[in-house]
């Protein structure tokens, strides 16, 4: 008999549910709780607010039977900027202790739901344990980290376009966004992008890395979109039918997807990357690291010369020297268009 690999998540999705109407449960102060020094303080806070109430009440009269209010000047003012600055510092505790609680949350959640998550992800606070124990060579999010992200991002990203061609249309098509190997670096610099940009939410609340992609997402996007048309005359895609679109280049529905996307990339692909990259061993990932970014660079040059080329070839402009004679024999126009197959020139 086969055994059900899924038999025991409802049980432990139950278990986390449990826990989770405990905690809403248990707002008010049992005999059960600890109570931690911050509620400690908090509840001192609002009991010495308290007892002012009764010394204000008697100020509030004094003042509105006196016929010089002027009098009680140098102690109303007195007690008003300690309360302004006793105010400000209220409301510093505050968004600290709402961080703490968003972390904790956010840590809580992650592992408990890695165990019985289908791609099983590892918590993020794990992966940065291990990178902090091992000495990594990409530990954090140094240069060797980034890089080998955007790599993986080039590759990875083409991969799902493919696949989900395949499913909506029913045939393969090129994604490539280079003239060599499966690559395309709208994808790794959308990668880049968001773990530089929400790599310090990894450990917070959901809410924070769906802001951050839809934000940063749509900037990428839209600053993608003017570069190609500025600089080759070209775009690769047109959101000017779809409702809430600025300029053709971005839209409602992509921008909030960018958003999704920002918490499956923080939550789940982030941690897979980091856990494989965690496995390469440190001298030999340097010299790949580097041997990557000569080749992505080389890569680069080639593609906007190939690209640059083929615009011009587009207006009939003829090749001025041998070198461009070159870049015309080795990527003609039928080439490019079996490469970039969304291309359009405008």
């Known amino acids: 008999m086969f055994r059900n690999r899924n038999a025991g998540k409802p049980l432990a999705r139950e278990k986390v549910k449990q826990w989770k109407k405990a905690l809403r449960e248990y707002d008010a102060i049992t005999e059960q709780d600890v109570v931690g020094p911050e509620e400690a303080q908090s509840i001192a806070?609002?009991?010495?607010?308290?007892?002012?109430?009764?010394?204000?009440?008697?100020?509030?009269?004094?003042?509105?039977?006196?016929?010089?209010p002027e009098?009680?000047?140098?102690?109303?003012?007195?007690r008003l900027r300690s309360q302004r600055r006793a105010a400000v510092?209220?409301?510093?505790?505050?968004?600290?202790?709402?961080?703490?609680?968003?972390?904790?949350?956010?840590?809580?959640?992650?592992?408990?739901?890695?165990?019985?998550?289908?791609?099983?992800?590892?918590?993020?606070?794990?992966?940065?344990?291990?990178?902090?124990r091992s000495g990594h060579f990409a530990s954090g999010m140094n240069l060797y980290k980034l890089l080998l992200v955007c790599f993986i991002g080039c590759f990875g990203g083409v991969?799902?376009?493919?696949?989900?061609?395949?499913?909506?249309?029913?045939y393969m098509e090129s994604r490539a966004g280079l003239v060599y190997g499966p690559f395309n670096m709208v994808y790794g610099a959308g990668a880049l992008v968001l773990t530089i940009a929400l790599y310090?939410?990894?450990?917070?609340?959901?809410?924070?890395?769906?802001?951050?992609?839809?934000?940063?997402?749509?900037?990428?996007?839209?600053?993608?979109?003017?570069?190609?048309?500025?600089?080759?005359?070209?775009?690769s895609w047109d959101y000017s039918h779809m409702p809430f679109n600025i300029n053709g280049r971005i839209c409602l529905i992509y921008s909030v997807f960018w958003g999704f996307l920002g918490?499956?990339?923080?939550?789940?692909?982030?941690?897979?990357?980091?856990?494989?990259?965690?496995?390469?061993?440190?001298?030999?990932?340097?010299?790949?690291?580097?041997?990557?970014?000569?080749?992505?660079?080389?890569?680069?040059?080639?593609?906007?010369?190939?690209?640059?080329?083929w615009s011009q070839r587009v207006d009939m402009i003829p090749a001025a020297n041998a070198f461009w004679a070159f870049i015309d024999s080795r990527f003609p126009n039928a080439r490019m268009e079996r490469i970039f197959a969304n291309m359009v020139f405008r």
Request: aromatic fraction near 12%; hydrophobic fraction near 45%; glycine fraction near 6%.
């Open 263 to 309: 918490v499956f990339w923080v939550k789940t692909l982030y941690p897979m990357m980091a856990e494989l990259i965690l496995k390469i061993p440190n001298r030999v990932g340097k010299i790949l690291t580097w041997a990557l970014t000569a080749f992505f660079v080389f890569d680069c040059v080639v593609t906007l010369l190939a690209v640059f080329r």
């Open 200 to 235: 310090r939410y990894r450990n917070r609340g959901k809410w924070l890395s769906f802001l951050g992609g839809f934000l940063v997402g749509s900037a990428l996007e839209y600053f993608c979109s003017w570069a190609q048309e500025l600089l080759f005359g070209s775009v």
């Open 45 to 68: 806070l609002l009991e010495t607010l308290e007892a002012q109430q009764t010394g204000l009440r008697s100020l509030y009269e004094d003042l509105a039977q006196t016929q010089e």
């Open 89 to 132: 510092n209220v409301a510093k505790a505050n968004q600290k202790l709402l961080e703490n609680y968003d972390e904790l949350s956010a840590r809580w959640d992650d592992l408990t739901r890695q165990p019985h998550s289908r791609l099983k992800p590892p918590a993020n606070s794990v992966i940065d344990l291990e990178e902090t």
């Open 71 to 78: 009098a009680f000047g140098k102690a109303v003012m007195t």
């Open 159 to 170: 991969v799902i376009e493919l696949l989900w061609c395949l499913l909506t249309n029913g």
